[in-house]
C-alpha cells in the first residue's frame, strides 16, 4: 500500500509541477522576485498536502518562538537533511521567503530545475570552492539585507537515519561574515521518506526549531560545532530508536 501511495503521489508532483514551473518562467521577466517565490511555494503546499491526504506523512513543529520578529530581521537557517521532504515543508512553514544555497546542477532538470533557476537564490559551482563561497557572501548580504533568510544544509547531502554527515563550515562562515544568527533546525524526516527512496511511509515527522545563535566574535568552525552539537544531539531526542548508543555517534562536544 505504501509503494501505490508514493507512486500516486510522484504522480501529484510531477502533473503539478508543470504549470507552476511554466508559469515562473513566463512571468519571470516580468514579475517580482517575491511574486515568483509566491507560486513556487503554493507548489510545495501542494507537494505536501499530497504528501499529507495521499501518504499520510504529518508533521509537527516545535520552537516557532524562536524564530526572529521583525520584516527585515536576518537568519541563517541550517538544518539536518535526511530526506527531500524538508527540502519542500521548510519554505511552506517559515514566515520569511527563504534563499536555498544548491548546486548549480539542479537548473538542468525539467521544469523543476528551470523555475529555480528564475528565483532569487544561490546557485553555485562547487569545484570552484573560493569563487562559490565568494558568490554566497555577495548573495547573502544583498538576500539578507530585503528580509530573506538564507537556508543551507551544513551535512551537503542527505544521511541516513540515526547518523551524522561531515558539517561544513559555510553556513556559518556566512553569518560570520555578515553578522546574521544561525537557527539550527533538527528534522526527523528520514522516519517517513528516507534518503534516496521514493516510498513514503505514513508517521509523524518531527521539526525542531532552536534558538538563535549569536555569530558576532564567533569563528565560523566553533559556531558549527555549537550548531551540530544542538541538531545531533535534538534528533536523538526526536528520533530515539534510530541511534545507537556508542561514543561513535555520539555529538561533538562544544
Known amino acids: 500500500m505504501a509503494l501505490l501511495r508514493s507512486i500516486i503521489h510522484a504522480v501529484w508532483m510531477l502533473l503539478t509541477v508543470i504549470p507552476y514551473a511554466l508559469a515562473i518562467v513566463l512571468l519571470s521577466p ?10 513556487a511555494r503554493d507548489w510545495l503546499r501542494q507537494v505536501m ?26 537568519a541563517i537557517l541550517l538544518v539536518k537533511h535526511q530526506s527531500t521532504l524538508e527540502t519542500f515543508l521548510m519554505p511552506v512553514l517559515m514566515p520569511h521567503p527563504l534563499a536555498y544555497v544548491f548546486k548549480r546542477e539542479l537548473l538542468y532538470i ?27 557572501v555577495e548573495q547573502g548580504k544583498r538576500l539578507l539585507a530585503q528580509g530573506v533568510w538564507v537556508i543551507m544544509f551544513p551535512e551537503g547531502t542527505r544521511i541516513p537515519r540515526g547518523q551524522a554527515g561531515t558539517y561544513k563550515s559555510g553556513g556559518t562562515r556566512l553569518a560570520v561574515a555578515t553578522g546574521a544568527p544561525v537557527i539550527p533546525i533538527a528534522v526527523s524526516s528520514a522516519r517517513c521518506w528516507p534518503r534516496k527512496s521514493m516510498i513514503k511511509h505514513p508517521g509523524l515527522v518531527e521539526v525542531s526549531i532552536g534558538k538563535p545563535i549569536p555569530s558576532e566574535g564567533r569563528s565560523a568552525d566553533e559556531l558549527m560545532r555549537e550548531v551540530e552539537a544542538w541538531i545531533e544531539g535534538e534528533m536523538r531526542r526526536l528520533d530515539p530508536d534510530a541511534y545507537v548508543r556508542d561514543s561513535s555517534q555520539q555529538p561533538a562536544q562544544v
Open 30 to 39: 516580468f514579475a517580482r522576485p517575491y511574486t515568483l517565490y509566491r507560486i
Open 49 to 74: 498536502v499530497g504528501l499529507r491526504v495521499i501518504c499520510g506523512v504529518h508533521w509537527r513543529v516545535q520552537g516557532w518562538d524562536n524564530l526572529p520578529l521583525g520584516e527585515t530581521s536576518p
Open 110 to 136: 525539467p521544469f523543476f530545475g528551470w523555475a529555480i533557476g528564475r528565483l532569487d537564490m544561490v546557485h553555485i559551482d562547487r569545484s570552484q570552492r573560493a569563487q562559490a563561497f565568494n558568490k554566497v
